[in-house]
């Protein structure tokens, strides 16, 4: 794909047939993906590279993006994975001491379909009225009847598989800085790399694996405690996964989830999954943690989550479970707490680059849980 040129004309239809118009940005080229929106005002270079973003078409809410450039330091993988990019004023040119190049050219280099121009306020508020939805984005054929067609011959977000599609192909290890404490095997989801930094900075040396192994794999580096992380896709479609996360419990190993990996513990508990609406993304979402009372201010990227009740002590195979942390926006469920198994989760990135920081400290209760079970 080439680098759009100045002024060239594109469309965004949605699968419902809402169109937009406006102008190149990044490669020209025809994209699909599911239409979501995030409303972080920092943070954008972290987004683009974050693999949970796979297969969808990500909606900028902040009226301008791009003035802080891009630069070698804030990727969260190793290449841009959202599927399609809409903005409604690119920065002309890059203003920071970090950058290293154009946001534009960036997306155009890694081939990212995008869109600028648009009315970004008027389709959030249509994707918060009519739910997230696929899309289509071109900036070759202008027809947005035809466009519609090829949209509405995409996959849907809804029982798609796509961990694996996003997942290291072979085990590599981030090493603890300075001494080295304890050992933690993460199965990569759509791992984002500040993860293993934030275990890192606590003494942790993290082996992460692909998404295909087995609970042998894992155990094969003596880990002191497994971690699930984020990724794409519907929850209820990994099946490996839970069944990896039911043999970590049944074997009493230390367990933490971030976001796709608090949704396969649910399951690997016994708890359903569901779709949400239009999801949670953006860095300013309130959660109340129910054990210390304390409300943080959270990032979050999630289109699912765990059916579980908020209010009381459920009984699964490996005894009482807890609901943690709850979303003050809707009560959707943010984490959950084995009372038996040494396993909890959090819906939520308190890893979160480009901020907030208020939800750090689970990594501290993490290495918390593995002291109390040594």
């Excluded at 699912?304 to 002590?313: I, K, R």
């Amino acid at each position: 794909m080439r680098r759009s040129r100045l002024g060239s004309p594109a469309i965004l239809v949605l699968e419902d047939g809402r169109t937009f118009s406006g102008t190149a940005y990044g490669a020209v080229g025809e994209t699909f993906g599911e239409a979501v929106f995030t409303t972080g005002m920092t943070g954008y270079q972290e987004v683009l590279t974050d693999p949970s973003f796979h297969k969808q078409v990500v909606v900028q809410t902040a009226p301008q993006i791009g003035n802080t450039g891009v630069n070698d330091e804030d990727d969260e993988s190793d290449r841009i994975w959202v599927s399609g990019y809409v903005v409604r004023d690119p920065a002309r040119r890059p203003s920071n001491w970090r950058a290293k190049g154009d946001l534009g050219d960036r997306l155009a280099a890694e081939g990212v379909v995008g869109i600028s121009g648009v009315d970004t306020r008027a389709l959030t508020r249509h994707l918060r009225e009519r739910g997230a939805m696929r899309v289509g984005i071109s900036s070759l054929d202008l027809d947005a009847g035809k466009l519609r067609e090829r949209v509405l011959a995409q996959p849907q977000m809804l029982g798609a598989d796509l961990s694996a599609q996003v997942s290291t192909g072979a085990r590599y290890t981030v090493t603890a800085q300075g001494e080295h404490r304890y050992t933690v095997a993460a199965l990569d989801l759509g791992i984002k790399r500040n993860v293993a930094r934030r275990l890192a900075a606590r003494g942790v040396t993290t082996h992460i694996f692909p998404a295909s192994s087995s609970i042998e794999d894992l155990l094969a580096v003596s880990p002191d405690a497994v971690f699930l992380s984020p990724g794409p896709g519907d929850p209820a479609t990994a099946d490996g996964p839970v069944a990896l996360a039911r043999e970590v419990m049944r074997r009493q190993v230390p367990l933490f989830g971030i976001c796709f990996g608090s949704q396969i513990l649910g399951r690997a508990l016994g708890f359903g999954t569901y779709k949400l609406g239009y999801g949670h993304r953006g860095i300013n979402q309130p959660v109340l943690d129910k054990t210390t009372g304390k409300v943080e201010v959270t990032s979050h990227n999630h289109g699912f989550a765990v059916d579980a009740p908020l209010n009381q002590v459920i009984d699964t195979d490996f005894g009482g479970v807890e609901v943690s942390h709850v979303c003050l926006n809707d009560d959707v469920v943010e984490g959950l707490r084995g009372i038996e198994v040494p396993a909890f989760t959090v819906q939520y990135h308190p890893e979160a680059a480009a901020g907030p920081h208020d939800a750090d400290y689970l990594f501290d209760r993490f290495v918390e849980l593995v002291e109390k079970k040594g």
